[in-house]
Antibody, heavy 120, light 110 residues
C-alpha cells in the first residue's frame, strides 16, 4: 500500500517562499510509470493542480503558477518537494501530495494534506 | 485554463440515482479520454472513484459510473446511500501535460 505524507511549516509570511516535502512509503519515487504531484485546495473548496515531476526530474507546472513554482525529487530519500515563491494570502490552502498514474492523468494515492496559512 | 464547470450542489433520496455533470471545452474534456472523478468527505483527502471517463478502480462500488459526451462528462451514482454524501470533483487532462479540476459538487442525501 502506497502512503504519502506531507510535511513543512504551517505558517508562512507574505512574500516568502512556501516549502513542503512529501515522503513516500510503500512505493518508490525512482520507479517509472508515475508522476509525483502537488495539488492544493482553497478554504472555499476548489482543487487546483500545481504540478508534477517524474523520477528523471522532468517537471510540469500549472501555467498560472509556473513563474513561482519549483518541484524537485529526491529519490535517495524517497521524497519530493514543492517550493512556491512570493506567496500572498491567496496561497493559503491545504496542500496535498499525490501519485499520478503516468499517462492516465489521474491521482490514485493522496497524502492527508497539510494546511499552510500565509500571514504576517 | 479555467476550472471545469460543475453544479454547486445536487441532492437525492436513498435508493435514487443522481448525475453530476462536468462541463469543459474542446481543449480538455472534449478532446481526451482522461477524465477522472474524486469523492471527498469532510476533513479527508480526495479519493479516486472513476478514471479514464468510465473505469472504476478496484474496491470502488459499481454503483458509481462515468460517461462523456462532447465537452461534458458525467458521474452517476445509483442506489444512493447515506455514505455517498460528500463533495465530488471532476478532473481532466488539458493538453501540454497539464491537468484541470472542476469546482466541486456537494452531494446531499436527503
Amino acid at each position: 500500500q502506497v502512503e504519502l505524507q506531507e510535511s513543512g511549516p504551517g505558517l508562512v509570511k507574505p512574500s516568502q517562499t512556501l516549502s513542503l516535502t512529501c515522503t513516500v512509503s510503500g512505493g518508490s519515487t525512482s520507479s517509472g510509470g508515475y508522476y509525483w504531484t502537488w495539488i492544493r485546495q482553497y478554504p472555499g473548496k476548489g482543487l487546483e493542480w500545481i504540478g508534477y515531476i517524474y523520477y528523471t526530474g522532468s517537471a510540469y507546472y500549472n501555467p498560472s503558477l509556473k513563474s513561482r513554482v519549483t518541484i524537485s525529487v529526491d529519490t535517495s530519500n524517497n521524497q519530493f518537494s514543492l517550493k512556491l515563491s512570493s506567496v500572498t494570502a491567496a496561497d493559503t490552502a491545504v496542500y496535498y501530495c499525490a501519485r499520478e498514474k503516468g499517462g492516465g492523468y489521474y491521482f490514485d494515492y493522496w497524502g492527508q494534506g497539510t494546511l499552510v496559512a500565509v500571514s504576517s | 485554463q479555467s476550472a471545469l464547470t460543475q453544479p454547486a450542489s445536487v441532492s437525492g433520496s436513498p435508493g435514487q440515482s443522481i448525475t453530476i455533470s462536468c462541463t469543459g471545452t474542446s481543449s480538455d474534456v472534449g478532446s481526451y479520454k482522461f477524465v477522472s472523478w474524486y469523492q471527498q468527505h469532510p476533513g479527508k483527502a480526495p479519493k479516486l472513484m472513476i478514471y479514464e471517463v468510465s473505469q472504476r478502480p478496484s474496491g470502488v462500488s459499481d454503483r458509481f459510473s462515468g460517461s462523456k459526451s462532447g465537452n461534458t462528462a458525467s458521474l452517476t451514482i445509483s442506489g444512493l446511500q447515506a455514505e455517498d454524501e460528500a463533495d465530488y470533483y471532476c478532473c481532466s487532462y488539458a493538453g501540454s501535460s497539464t491537468v484541470i479540476f472542476g469546482g466541486g459538487t456537494e452531494l446531499t442525501v436527503l
